[in-house]
């Protein structure tokens, strides 16, 4: 069964015995959210065991759609299901991994890792509850860098991820110091560059934001 979003996300969507298979292609961002928090939550209901996602084909990930499969995944973990992401895009895997969140929804574990099952899942839990604390700060961030630059969500998305490549700096780091310059302090010296050159790009371009 597939359904989608014309031109932006299709979500195709198979069940094998008692594993659901739920494929995302195209631009997993806001304008898809609801479609994708639908087919995950049906996914849900219609498994007993798990759910797999692929996202081999997702072309545009942002803080919107990793906060769609998170939900999904502690709705799973509240049913005693598991959801985990089998496949990913390089776009879909960067988002995990800046955000921190790439163990918790691959489900993969070093070799060496011998938790118990009750460890395992407590473990499981406190990395969701860590993953779901960051995501209002990468949204608030979201929210000063629209209003200072006169940004569009996306590309206020595309500087924040950008000044983390290039600081090698983790999203939810890059948001607090940005939260922190609506108090009153000054944005570290080392991050105003980046931040500044992130912009001026955005602008160089065409259909960039105005000065």
């Known amino acids: ?8 996300l299709a979500v195709c969507v198979s069940q094998r015995n008692s594993r659901v298979s739920v494929e995302l292609r195209g631009e997993l961002d806001i304008d898809a959210e609801q479609l994708v928090r639908g087919a995950l939550e049906d996914a849900l209901r219609g498994c007993t065991d798990r759910v797999e996602l692929d996202l081999s084909r997702v072309t545009f990930c942002d803080c919107s ?15 005693g299901k598991t959801l985990t992401v089998r496949a990913a895009s390089p776009t879909a895997q960067r988002i995990m ?6 163990l918790l929804l691959t489900g993969s574990r070093p070799e060496e890792d011998t938790l118990s099952g009750e460890e395992d899942l407590q473990a499981e839990v406190t990395q969701l509850r860590r993953a779901m604390r960051t995501r209002p700060p990468i949204d608030q961030a979201i929210g000063v860098l629209m209003a200072t630059f006169s940004l569009s969500p996306e590309d206020a998305w595309d500087v924040l991820v950008t000044v983390s490549q290039n600081t090698n700096t983790k999203l939810h780091r890059i948001a607090e110091q940005l939260l922190a310059t609506v108090q009153g302090e000054a944005l570290p010296g080392e991050l105003r560059p ?3 050159a992130a912009v001026d ?4 371009t065409d259909g960039g934001p105005p000065e």
């Open 97 to 102: 991994d800046m955000t921190g969140t790439s």
């Open 65 to 79: 759609g990793l906060n769609v499969l998170m939900a999904a995944h502690e709705q799973a973990v509240a049913q």
């Open 1 to 8: 069964m597939e359904t989608a979003i014309p031109s932006q």
């Open 201 to 204: 790009a955005l602008r160089s």
């Open 194 to 196: 980046h931040v500044a």
